[in-house]
């Protein structure tokens, strides 16, 4: 298989009657569009060069396997091997022959963007190689075996509750303080108490 080419700004979209991948080029993008862009252009000219050339239609989660090791040539963290001195640390004082690798994180954000672009292109959800169940095997795998080389934990980021969601969250419970409170004014009326506003009370 030859080596197709590297990342670039300037990666030449592939015809679509070929039936590989191409984006149209919008007036302004957002940086995460611009990169998906980028990403979509070059992982069309893979399938292009692949030998023999790939479709996108028969393209499998074997081939997103396939196409995330090629990157791995142009990665730039260092990921220790198991007989390395510095296997496990994570601030090594001295440098190592060790291969780069492309880091987990990166991996894992281009087959985000990619997996949105397969379907934003007409693509299938249930048909998405880039959400196959070896992508994600293979995602977590590499994860885990960074984390043992480099000496780092990777930590799942807690997902922020939306604001209005906060928002109902905070008025439901001050609804509930507030009939509470005047259970309670109540309960003291009762026994002959003189009944107060609750903000008098606070």
Not at 29 to 55: A, C, I, M
Not at 100 to 127: C, H, I
């Amino acid at each position: 298989m030859s080596a197709p080419p590297r990342y670039n700004s300037s990666s030449p979209t592939s015809d679509s009657s070929s039936g590989n991948p191409k984006l149209a080029a919008p007036s302004s993008l957002s940086r995460y569009e611009s990169q998906k862009r980028r990403d979509w252009n070059t992982f069309g000219q893979y399938l292009k060069n692949h030998k023999p050339p790939l479709v996108l239609s028969r393209c499998s989660g074997a081939h997103i396997l396939e196409f995330l090791r090629y990157l791995d040539q142009f990665g730039k963290t260092k990921v220790h091997g198991g007989g390395c001195p510095f296997f496990g640390h994570p601030h090594p004082p001295a440098p190592c022959p060790c291969p780069l690798r492309q880091a987990w994180g990166s991996l894992d954000a281009l087959v985000g963007r990619l997996r949105a672009a397969f379907e934003e292109n007409g693509g299938r959800p249930e048909t998405n190689p880039f959400g196959a169940r070896a992508v994600r095997l293979y995602l977590r795998e590499v994860r885990d075996s960074q984390a043992k080389a480099r000496g780092i934990a990777y930590e799942k980021k807690k997902r922020k509750k939306p604001l209005k969601q906060q928002q109902q969250m905070e008025m439901d419970g001050g609804v509930e303080e507030e009939a509470a409170g005047l259970m309670m004014v109540g309960s003291s009326a009762a026994r002959g108490s003189i009944i107060l506003p609750l903000s008098v009370l606070n």
